[in-house]
Each structure stands twice: as C-alpha cells, then as structure tokens.
C-alpha cells in the first residue's frame, strides 16, 4: 500500500546512482582531459545530469529517512493510545480497589421475634441508593468509553470474522490485478498502433510486457498482505483521521503527498467493508487506492460515521490531516 515511507522509494533511488556517477565520471574526464573538441557542451550536459542526479538521490533519501520516522511514530503514538485506554475498560484488568473488603456473611440461624410492647420506629425520609462506583461495577457491565481523541475507531475481530474477510479479499485484490494487466494490454497496443504507427505485434509485445509488470506488481502486493493476514488469527484495526493501523501496518490516508478522497460503507458483503480511498500526484496524472477494512458485527453505525468524519474533515480542512 502507498505510504511517503515505504521501503521500496530508496530502493528506486539507489537504482539511479550508477547512472549519476557514470555522467558525472565521463563529462569529467573527458572535460579535464581536454578532449572534448567541439562538442564540449555535450559532456558538460553529461557532467551536469549526472551531479544532479545524485544530488536528488541524497536529498530523495534523506526525505525518505525523515518520513519514515515520522510514520513510525505516529504508527506507535496510534498504538499506545490504544493500549492506554483499552487496559482501564478491560476484563482482564478490572481488579477491586486496595481497600476493598469483603461483605459479611448472611446469617445462619434467624433473629429472636421482637417483644409484644416493641413499636416499630418512624420510617426515615426515602434515601436514593448511591450509585455504584466505577471499581465496583464489573467490566463487562461497563459501557463501552469512547477512543482517545487521536483514534477514531479501535476494532478487533473473531476468527471467523477475520478468516471471511482475508478469503474475500484475496479474491477481490486478484481479480483487481488481473483486470489491471488486461486493461493496460489492450488499451496501451491500441495507442501504440494509433499514435506511434507501431505494427501490432511489436505493440502488443511491449504492452503485454509492461503490463505483466504493472498487474505482477499489483498481485504480489496482495499475495504478501494476504499472508500476513492469515498469520493473524484476530485481526486489528485502529483508524484516525491521517492514517489506519492494519495487524500492526501503519497506512497513511493524508499527509504532505497523499490525500484522502472518499469513505463508503459496502453493505453486500459479509462482513461489511469501510472503503477509504486515497489519492496522490504523478507525473502521468492522479493514482489511486482504496483500503478495504471490514467492519466487526454491530459496528455498522460507527462505521457510517466514521466515513462522515473523515469527508467533514476533508471539506472543512481540519488541523489534524497534515497537508489537508
């Protein structure tokens, strides 16, 4: 999934550099040697690419190095906000107050009857019982307290809502992938032919090329999330207006690059699904995204405002979406 952090933006920097350095080595050779005749701009064009490139390979990595910082702790604030609040209203943490005593013991044999002459006493004035104290109620008693401020929904799942959701999902994330490779094949062999008279067969070949790698890419990202999902027997969600936690995986819905467009609820599957999309620049248009995340049973409501919240937050352009 897209993130201002991910692994693979070094990667592609890092890919560049042997061609940085074969620019700035050549026009600089050549340019020191004297060598260059008459066609010296030439390697100065070489000379200058190449320290340029290089140049926006270090400052590409060091943006990299500070956003993923930032990502890794908002991914950790996200999750002690979480634990903080859920270790208070948890059963497995609800113990009695030091000071708490156990009640007396009923009796066990009945009181002697009062005496003939014995008149009972003026009933006092009706006292509302007090009401119970937090530390007395037990937890599953409790209503359930809301989020900190930061997190907009906490959801956890049973085995078999998680397990419906990852066998889903990997359908959906392969038949996207698929789709994908067909689309770009016949649309990209048809602008081929159109645009740049190229013959059929060479367009095809070139598209069915490129195409393998745009819908490969797409599949393998699926086939890793879907395994990290089956690793999870219950999974974890935690949602806030700039970003969602899946199983632990930060994922950004607005940041400076990223920028959130739309939240649904899909109501014909089961479980039911909060769609966020997303949306980033490229230098060939706009690319898209969409997080699927299901919605535990009796969360439908608090999933419906949920994608309320996040399109009021868009309009209105609220503080906490960094670059919103």
């Known amino acids: 999934m897209p993130r ?13 550099v042997p061609f940085g350095l074969f620019g700035t080595f050549v026009g600089a050779a050549v340019l020191l040697s004297g060598e260059g005749g008459e066609i010296w701009w030439l390697y100065v064009g070489f000379l200058l690419s190449g320290v340029l490139m290089l140049g926006g390979v270090v400052t590409n990595l060091v943006k ?3 956003w993923q910082r ?10 002690a906000a979480v634990q903080a609040h859920a270790a208070p209203h948890s059963a497995d943490s609800y113990a009695p107050p030091a000071t708490w005593e156990a009640p007396p013991a009923p009796l066990t044999t009945h009181p002697a009857p009062p005496p003939a002459s014995w008149e009972a006493p003026a009933s006092p004035a009706a006292v509302p019982p007090a009401a119970p104290s937090a530390a007395e109620v037990p937890a599953a008693a409790r209503p359930a307290a809301p989020p900190p401020a930061p997190v907009l929904a906490h959801w956890t799942y049973t085995p078999e809502e998680w397990g419906a959701y990852t066998r889903r ?10 789709w994908i490779f067909v689309g770009f094949v016949m ?10 008279s190229a013959d059929w067969g060479t367009s095809f070949a070139v598209a069915l090329v490129v195409g ?3 819908g490969g890419g797409k599949w393998l990202i699926a086939r890793t999330a879907h395994e990290r999902n089956v690793a999870t027997p219950r999974g974890e969600v935690v949602i806030s207006p700039t970003a969602l936690l899946m199983n632990g995986t930060y994922q950004v819905i607005q940041d400076h690059h990223f920028r959130f467009r739309s939240a649904r609820v899909i109501e014909d599957e089961r ?3 909060l769609e966020i999309g997303i949306e980033w620049p490229t230098r060939s248009g706009t690319a ?5 995340i299901p919605i535990p049973a009796g969360r439908e409501e608090e999933a419906r405002a949920i994608a309320h919240e996040l399109g009021y937050l868009r309009q209105i352009g609220d503080p906490r979406r960094a670059g919103g």
């Open 4 to 16: 201002s952090g991910n692994p693979i933006f070094p990667v592609v920097n890092l890919m560049l």
């Open 271 to 273: 479980p039911q699904i």
């Open 70 to 79: 930032e990502e890794n702790a908002a991914a950790a604030a996200l999750a």
């Open 288 to 292: 898209t995204e969409e997080y699927r």
């Open 212 to 214: 393998a790698l745009m």
């Open 169 to 178: 999902e990997i359908k959906y994330r392969n038949r996207e992938a698929f």
């Open 187 to 196: 649309l990209a062999s048809v602008m081929l032919v159109w645009q740049e």
């Open 64 to 66: 990299w190095w500070r």
